[in-house]
């Protein structure tokens, strides 16, 4: 399996942070039919996501945003414009608050 890990720092606090997380995941289910699923914590959150070839968690901090995933044999193939969109992606909604 290949492994990518995306992080970024931003100062948005956890709500702000968890409303984006929540939003990239309602993107990514309805346009990769990718499970989600989003665990609310007091220091952080976890949002797991499984489906498409790709299963993860993306950990939502009042400061950082750690995206880490495993691609399946068939999505390891396109691992280059997988992650070359997910930092387009994380880009884009830190560019946006």
Not at 68 to 75: I, P, R, T
Request: net charge negative; charged share 20%.
């Amino acid at each position: 399996m290949s492994h990518i890990l995306i992080e970024r720092q931003h100062t948005l606090g956890l709500p702000t942070a968890r409303q984006h997380a929540q939003s990239w995941a309602e993107k990514a289910t309805a346009k990769f039919g990718v499970q989600c699923r989003y665990e609310a914590g007091d220091p952080h959150d976890v949002l797991h996501f499984d489906g498409s070839g790709m299963q993860g968690c993306l950990h939502v901090s009042a400061t950082q945003l750690k995206l880490e995933a495993e691609l399946g044999f068939l999505a390891a193939m396109f691992q280059e414009k997988i992650e070359a969109k997910l930092h387009a992606q994380f880009d884009e909604m830190l560019q946006a608050a």
